[in-house]
């Protein structure tokens, strides 16, 4: 089975500061890995995903993350936060597409002046 | 509007009351999936439908009752449910062995039982 460990429930940060949210995955397989965003009362939105290729990948709203296979982690940054990117965030991983997600338990982003 | 949409966004109901979620994607997914997130709890997924059969069930209790009558639409009944119940429910499609591996959630129903 898949597994997501999100290191930090909370990260607190000012605003145009660079951020690093954590993720460490446990799998015997090969998998995909995807970041989540969700703001308050609403659903999950997908900022990133890895399948396969280059390691640095590039999403929405100026976020990437960086897949590390010997380290087996998928940490999401970015360079200047605003306020607007406080919300929670999620590391999910998949064995493929058809299969169901494993969440981590989110990290809370809260970005302050 | 993200392309799966859950009706309704909130919903009350008594213990001993019976309601449905629904769920409806245009998304030409053929896979769909319940989850359930609860206050200072990961998402937990629920069930998961693949071309309208059901491959998983996450030990759910039987007062949960999915159905998929088609790949573009899924329901949650709920019947004699529990105030530990009370969450967000969520509903994301995706394709089946191929395509763009995109998972794709709704809004959610906010359920709380009195």
């Known amino acids: 089975a898949q597994s997501v460990t999100q290191l930090d429930s909370q990260v607190p940060v000012f605003e145009e500061a660079p951020v690093e949210l954590r993720c460490n995955y446990s799998?015997?397989?090969?998998?995909?890995l995807f970041w989540y965003v969700q703001y308050p009362n609403q659903g999950l939105q997908l900022l990133l995903k890895y399948l396969s290729g280059s390691t640095l990948v590039k999403g929405i709203n100026g976020f990437e993350a960086e897949f590390n296979k010997s380290q087996t982690s998928f940490h999401l940054r970015k360079p200047s936060v605003h306020i607007s990117d406080t919300a929670e965030y999620f590391c999910?991983?998949?064995?493929?597409?058809?299969?169901?997600?494993?969440f981590g338990k989110g990290t809370s982003l809260l970005v302050t002046p | 509007e993200t392309g799966v949409t859950q009706t309704p966004r909130h919903l009350v109901m008594g213990m001993t009351n019976k309601k449905s979620l629904k769920c409806e994607q245009h998304l030409g997914h053929n896979a769909m999936y319940w989850y359930k997130q609860s206050a200072k709890k990961p998402l937990e997924l629920m069930f998961v439908?693949?071309?309208?059969?059901?491959?998983e069930n996450n030990s759910v209790p039987s007062r949960f009752s999915p159905e998929c009558p088609n790949s573009s639409h899924l329901f949650l009944h709920l019947h004699t449910l529990q105030p530990e119940d009370s969450a967000l429910y969520l509903c994301?499609?995706?394709?089946?062995?191929?395509?763009?591996?995109?998972?794709?959630f709704g809004s959610g129903t906010r359920l709380t039982v009195v």
């Open positions: 994301a499609s995706s394709h089946m062995d191929g395509g763009d591996y995109g998972y794709t």
């Open positions: 439908y693949n071309f309208k059969e059901q491959t």
């Open positions: 999910a991983v998949s064995r493929n597409s058809g299969y169901a997600l494993n």
């Open positions: 799998s015997s397989v090969s998998v995909y």
